[in-house]
Every structure is written in C-alpha cells, then in structure tokens.
C-alpha cells in the first residue's frame, strides 16, 4: 500500500464517469505485480474492485460488470481504474494495492495501513 499512490476521485451525479488513477514509487516492482482496486463503503464492508494480473488479464467484482475498466501502463508504472455509469452504492474511499486477493467478509480498510486512497462520492 504505501508504494501506491492513488488520484481522480470527486463528486460526480449518478451516471456519470470518473477515471482514478494509481501511481507507484520507484522501485515497486510493477510490471512484476499483480494491481487491484479496492474500495471501503461507508458502513459496509471494503471490497475487491477490480485486479489487472501482470499478464494483463482482469477480473471485476459482479457489481461493477460493465461499467467499471481496469488498465496499466507499465510505462508510467500507473493502474487505472475507469468507472462509468456510476451509481449511489459506488461511493467509497478507493484504494490502489499489489494483489489480486478478495477480502474476508467483515474486513475495513483502515486508512492507517491503507493509505490515503481517494474519495469518490456519487450524488442523486
């Protein structure tokens, strides 16, 4: 988590689209790790987003299907999460880690072994 910085999130309606982006330090090894998004609903559980393995194949978790693009660029050592026709139940904190592993049910991110991540709200 703290080799990964995370970007992009704000307020947008529902409908709309955001593009969250996902940085890591120097000397992380990108292109030899697997990047999944996370996020941390207020209320509800922190879930498994998205993954992107090194080999370039994705994953998505059922409610994102669709709406939700998950990219590297081994360039720019950056993951990118583009999420369109967001929904109210799409507002969380998003956080950008090395893994492709879902969580435990129960399971918080706590933004003090997480990070920062990035607020994403979705309004009416």
């Known amino acids: 988590v703290e080799a990964e910085r995370e970007s992009g999130g704000g307020t947008v309606q529902a409908g709309g689209s955001l593009r969250l982006s996902c940085s890591t330090t120097?000397?992380?090894?990108?292109?030899?790790?697997?990047m999944s998004w996370y996020r941390q609903p207020p209320g509800d559980d922190c879930e498994l987003v998205s993954s992107?393995?090194?080999?370039?194949?994705?994953n998505y978790a059922d409610s994102v299907k669709g709406r939700f693009f998950i990219s590297r660029d081994g360039a720019k050592n950056t993951v990118y999460l583009q999420m369109n026709s967001l929904k109210l139940n799409d507002t969380a904190v998003y956080y950008c880690?090395?893994?492709?592993?879902?969580?435990?049910?129960?399971?918080?991110?706590?933004?003090?072994?997480w990070g920062q991540g990035t607020q994403v709200t979705v309004s009416s």
């Open positions: 992107i393995l090194k080999d370039g194949r994705t």
């Open positions: 880690a090395a893994g492709s592993a879902p969580l435990e049910r129960g399971t918080y991110c706590d933004p003090n072994l």
């Open positions: 120097y000397g992380f090894s990108f292109d030899d790790s697997d």
